[in-house]
């Protein structure tokens, strides 16, 4: 697991850009309701739509703004918003097996990536971004909403690279196309980088790099293309890499060297990462430790093994050497 380092005694945490204000300053429910960790801003905007949320017995009107002395209720319950008036930055990854999906209730009652992470007591992991239920590996989960919500902003253009295993011939027509830009239905997409990783004949793996999260959006630019992605499997989120020593279904926290890496990627200053109790590192550790890991699906008799960095040997990359073993 990634150590914490808390800081030196008497030090104080360099304040994040656009910060929110403690003195109770008017902001957008959905920007409050995600730094004090209810659920993201995607996720906020979902309820009240749906009129789950009121603002002081009232439906709130589009765009606007409260404070932590409002009373806010989701679903007829009130939320305690004391954590929203200042930043809490922890920031977990995990390394996701096929069968998971990645939502906090599913209503098919299918296992989700919120099933194995340790609880909070005052504030709730905030997925970043979301793989399908048939593909694996790194998901982030953080307990602040802005930076759950830089990560994943178009705007930001993040970078997520995969691992895919692709069933079919591919000419160099084929990626000169996926690279140049392919019109799907849900508008123009196209890899950012794609490298050869292994393989021959009809079962090639590559490594792509996209810098938007669309749904299932690398399965369907290989589509497009009359192939088929067989094996999918995420390595990198920003300058955030899965690490070889993670193994399916285990998840650790980053230190506070990477989250600040992290944070820095998006444009936000450090936050220092709250320092544990005796018992709540105890209890963590319990938690992190009794987990199973869940082994990759076999297919074919043959184990399914892939590097966690690209290969060397072609591609590009701009992004930063962290939390990762091999070389890239």
Do not use: C
């Not at 989701?74 to 008036?85: E, I, N, Y």
């Not at 977990?92 to 990645?102: A, C, F, M, Q, S």
């Not at 938690?287 to 990759?296: E, I, L, S, T, V």
């Amino acid at each position: 697991m990634a150590s914490e380092r808390p800081g030196k005694p008497g030090s104080k945490a360099a304040p994040a850009r656009n910060a929110p204000s403690t003195t109770g300053e008017p902001e957008r429910i959905q920007k409050l309701l995600s730094r004090a960790g209810v659920g993201s801003r995607r996720e906020v905007e979902g309820w009240m739509e749906a009129g789950r949320v009121t603002v002081n017995g009232q439906l709130p009107e589009p765009g606007q703004k409260v404070t932590i002395n409002d009373r806010i209720d989701v679903d007829g319950k009130r939320l305690d918003l004391t954590s929203g008036s200042a930043v809490v930055r922890r920031v977990l990854i995990y390394n996701k097996p096929e069968g998971e999906v990645t939502t906090r209730r599913d209503p098919e009652g299918r296992p989700t990536v919120f099933d194995r992470l340790p609880r909070l007591k005052d504030h709730r992991w905030i997925s970043i971004g979301r793989l399908d239920i048939n593909t694996t590996g790194l998901v982030l989960f953080t307990t602040d909403g802005e930076l759950a919500n830089r990560l994943m902003h178009p705007s930001s253009e993040v970078d997520r690279e995969y691992a895919v295993r692709v069933f079919g011939e591919v000419t160099d027509d084929m990626l000169k196309r996926l690279m140049e830009g392919v019109l799907l239905e849900d508008g123009m997409a196209k890899f950012s980088d794609i490298t050869p990783a292994g393989g021959s004949g009809i079962n090639r793996w590559f490594h792509v790099t996209l810098l938007e999260g669309r749904n299932r959006e690398v399965r369907r630019l290989w589509e497009s293309q009359g192939v088929r992605v067989s094996r999918l499997k995420r390595v990198r989120y920003g300058p955030i890499f899965l690490p070889s020593r993670l193994t399916v279904g285990k998840w650790e926290e980053l230190d506070q060297k990477a989250v600040d890496l992290l944070s820095k990627s998006v444009g936000l200053e450090s936050v220092v990462i709250p320092a544990k109790t005796p018992d709540e590192q105890a209890a963590l550790d319990r938690k992190r430790n009794k987990q199973p890991g869940r082994p990759a699906r076999k297919s074919g008799g043959r184990k399914w093994d892939v590097a966690t960095s690209k290969p060397a040997g072609g591609g590009k990359s701009s992004s930063p050497k962290s939390g990762r073993s091999p070389k890239r």
